[in-house]
């Protein structure tokens, strides 16, 4: 697979994770989602977990298998948020590499197409999912107060760089 389709997601939300239907996933037979945390479910540098998208993952929970996978090294962050929800998690994941993912995969024990990777990096959530075919959702960046960060620098730059190489989308 070329760079250009590894870096093109299957969904562009213009929304956080918190507003993203579910019933889109389940209607094309996904059963498990992996999560993204860091910005993903929790705004930068907080511990805490807006209360919107702690409905939503519970929520979710009840309907699909999650798991929380994070580049993030501290157990103690990570391993707060999954605890707080019964989940379980994998830290220092060094997405973009496969490994750690196709561990995740064991143990949910089915093929790719029934599970979804979201988050809200392209070169790391979107490329890591692509490389092994999970169907991939960028979201938008989570802000202090819970809502889509109204200026995220480091999203714009990657699809910046992401139609250099030829990357087309829609939203």
Do not use: Y
């Amino acid at each position: 697979m070329k760079l250009h389709q590894l870096l093109r997601p299957d969904w562009v939300l213009s929304t956080t994770l918190a507003q993203m239907p579910l019933e889109r996933l389940l209607d094309r037979g996904i059963r498990a989602l992996v999560l993204d945390v860091d910005r993903t479910l929790l705004p930068l540098r907080q511990a805490e977990m807006p209360p919107l998208m702690e409905a939503w993952l519970r929520q979710a929970k009840q309907r699909m298998r999650l798991h929380l996978f994070s580049n993030n090294p501290s157990r103690r962050r990570i391993g707060a948020v999954a605890e707080r929800l019964e989940l379980p998690f994998t830290t220092s994941a060094a997405k973009p590499r496969r490994s750690a993912l196709r561990r995740v995969l064991a143990d949910l024990d089915l093929p790719p197409e029934q599970v979804a990777l979201a988050g809200d990096r392209l070169f790391t959530d979107v490329l890591v999912g692509n490389r092994l075919g999970l169907f991939t959702v960028l979201v938008k960046p989570l802000g202090p107060e819970g809502r889509p960060c109204p200026q995220d620098r480091l999203q714009r730059l990657e699809m910046r760089l992401a139609r250099l190489v030829g990357t087309e989308w829609s939203r």
